[in-house]
C-alpha cells in the first residue's frame, strides 16, 4: 500500500520545520514572457544613437508624464548617445517588467559610452560614512529592477554579447544574468563599467560570462553574487571595495560565491575601506545555500580556482564554507551543513589584515599565497566533528591557526556567528583535522595528535567511507546524486549516530562522490537506518532517489521511507502498516524500488 501523506509516526523520528522564502539574493525567479518593444527600427530613423530618456523618440515607451512604462528589448549593437549628465531614471507605476533594458540577440555589443544610470534614493545617496552608518535601512527601500538582464542561449559562430562603459547606480541588480542550469549560455562579456550604491552590483545565476576591468565599490549586500546554477565564469581585473555597507549577514562579502562552481577570479584588486569607522570586511565569501522554500540547491562551490588577487584590510580576506553551522529555517537538511571543495586558492597576496583564508569545509587547496601584516594568515575551523583533506604547499612561512572550539576564536566570535549556532555540544577531543602538506609546508598552531593529523595514508577504495569515529559504514549504495559532479556518488549509512545538532544525536543518510567526500545528506533520525537502496522509486530520471528502513519499530511499525538527497523529511512513505521487521529492499534493473516482506 503506497501513500504520499506524511503519518503520525513520523513525527517520532523526524522534527522539522517548513523552509520560507527570504527576501535574499540568492531567490529570484525566471523572466516571465511578457510583451517585447523591439528597438531596431526606430533605431533607422538616421537620428544618431540610442538615446532611452529622449520621449519623443522613444515616445511608446513613456507616459504623458515623461515616466517609463516598458523595458528596452535590445535586439541590435548600440551606441549610447553621449550626455555629460547622469540619466536620473523615471520609472512610472505603469511599469510592470524586471528590468530596465533586456539583451534579445546574441553578439550584439551594449556601449553605454559612459553613461550614468542613476536611481538611488536620497539616503542611498548620502556621504559613504553616513550612509554605512544607517546599515540596512537605506537597502530595504528604493529602485526593485535590474539595469541590463541577460539570458540567451548559445548561438554557434556569433561573436560575444558585450556591455561595457556603463555606470550603474540604485539599482536592485546592475546587471542580472539568468540561467537555467541546462542549455550552454551564449558567452557575455563585462567591461569596464562601473557598479556603486546598488544593492547587489552584478547577480549570475548564469554562465560562460567575463567580467573584467570593471569597478565595484558601495554597494549595500555585495559587489558580484555568484549565484544557484553559475558556472564556467570568469572575474578577472576588477576592483573591490566596501560593498557590504548593510551588514546584511556574516557570510556576505565584496564576492558572493553561493553554490558556484568551474569558475575563475583572479587578478582583482581588493581596497582599503574608506569608511573611518569599525566594520567587518569579508573580501570573497564562498558558501552552499542550504535551501529555500523547500527547494535543494543541487549544486556544491567546487573547482573554482582564486588566484593571483590583492587584498588589503579586510578582517577576512577568503571565507570558504562560510555558511557551515548556520541555523536557519531554510535548511532543508536540518543539519546546518556546508559544502565548499576541490577549490584552489593560490598566489593571492593579503596585506593588513585580520585572518587571510579561512576554511571550514574539506577538501580545498591553499598554495603560494603571501601574507603581509596578517594575524592570523590561514585558519582551518573545524566546526562539527571532522575537517579532513585540505591540501597546504608551499607555504613554509606561513602560520595555521587551528579551531576546534568557541574558546579558540573567541575574539573574532561576532564575526562567525554562524559556525556556532548548532555545534556546541561537540567537545574538542571528539574532533579532526587532517592537512596533507608535503611540500614547503607551514607551521602549525598545533602538534601532530589524536585531533591533528598530518599527511595521513589515503584510504584504499574498500575503506573510502570509513569514519574516524565511526568506523566503516553498515551498508553503502551507488548511484547518480549529483549531475554536475563525474561519475556516480556513493550512499552510506552507519551503525552509530553521525551527527549531533544540539545535544542531540542523529542517524543520518551521508552522500559521498567518487573520491570519498562528503557531498550532502539526507534522513536525520532519532533512530538507526536498518537497510537502504537507491533509484527511481517515484519519478523516472534526474537525480536518484534513496529508500530506507528504520532498524527499530517506530509505534510497532517498520514503514519504508523514501528521500531525495539533501531533505530531512522523507518525499513519500509506503508500507505504512507493516509491523514485519523482517522487511528488505531491493531495487531491480529498471532501478525501480522492490520491497520484500518475509
Known sequence: MITKSFLSIIALIFSYNFSVAQDEASKEASEINQSVFYIKDILQDGKGDFDPWNTDRWAAWYNDKGELIRQFDVDTSVKF????????????????????????????????????????????????????????????????????????????????????????????????????????????????????????????????????????????????????????????????????????????????????????????????????????????????????????????????????????????????????????????????????????ISDNTIANSTIGIKINTEGNTVSRNRFIHVKEEIVLHCVFFSLENTTINHQKNAFVKLWYVLDDYAPYADWFKFQDDLNGSINRDEKLISVNSLTEGPNFSAIISENFKLNQEQPDPENLLTDFRLGAPIATEEGEFSLDLPGNEFVAIYNRPISRIGEKDYYSILFFDKKGTEINRCGRSAVKWKEIAVGYFTKNNGEMEVAAIPAEAIDGKYPVYIFDRGFKIPKEVRFRDNENSGITLLTGKDQKLQVIIQ
Open 81 to 344: 548617445k553621449s550626455r555629460k549628465e547622469p540619466w536620473l531614471v523615471k520609472i512610472s507605476k505603469q511599469f510592470t517588467n524586471k528590468s530596465l533594458f533586456t539583451i534579445a540577440k546574441q553578439g550584439i555589443v551594449m556601449d553605454g559610452n559612459g553613461l550614468v544610470m542613476d536611481v538611488r534614493t536620497t539616503n542611498q545617496s548620502l556621504p559613504l560614512d553616513e550612509l554605512y552608518a544607517l546599515k540596512k535601512e537605506p537597502w530595504k527601500e528604493g529602485n526593485e529592477l535590474r539595469g541590463i538582464f541577460y539570458n540567451l542561449p548559445e548561438a554557434a559562430g556569433i561573436q560575444p554579447t558585450q556591455i561595457k562603459r556603463f555606470t550603474f547606480m540604485g539599482w536592485k541588480r546592475g546587471v542580472k544574468i539568468n540561467g537555467s542550469g541546462d542549455q550552454e549560455q551564449h558567452r557575455l562579456i563585462v567591461e569596464n563599467c562601473v557598479f556603486t550604491r546598488n544593492r547587489v552590483g552584478f547577480y549570475t545565476n548564469g554562465y560562460n560570462t567575463l567580467m573584467k576591468n570593471c569597478r565595484l565599490y558601495e554597494n549595500g549586500y555585495g559587489a558580484i553574487y555568484s549565484g544557484s546554477k553559475s558556472r564556467r565564469n570568469q572575474f578577472i581585473g576588477n576592483f573591490f571595495r566596501d560593498n557590504t555597507l548593510s551588514q546584511h549577514q556574516h557570510s556576505y562579502g565584496d564576492f558572493i560565491g553561493d553554490t558556484f562552481f568551474d569558475s575563475e577570479i583572479s587578478d582583482n584588486e581588493f581596497a582599503k575601506s574608506h569608511i573611518k569607522s569599525e566594520q567587518r570586511r569579508i573580501g570573497i565569501s564562498v558558501f552552499r545555500n542550504m535551501g529555500e522554500s523547500n527547494n535543494l540547491r543541487e549544486q556544491m562551490p567546487h573547482n573554482n580556482i582564486i588566484r593571483g588577487n590583492q587584498f588589503d584590510g579586510y578582517s577576512v580576506a577568503i571565507h570558504i564554507g562560510s555558511r557551515m553551522g548556520r541555523d536557519t529555517r531554510n535548511d532543508i537538511t536540518d543539519e546546518g551543513r556546508d559544502y565548499a571543495f576541490y577549490n584552489l
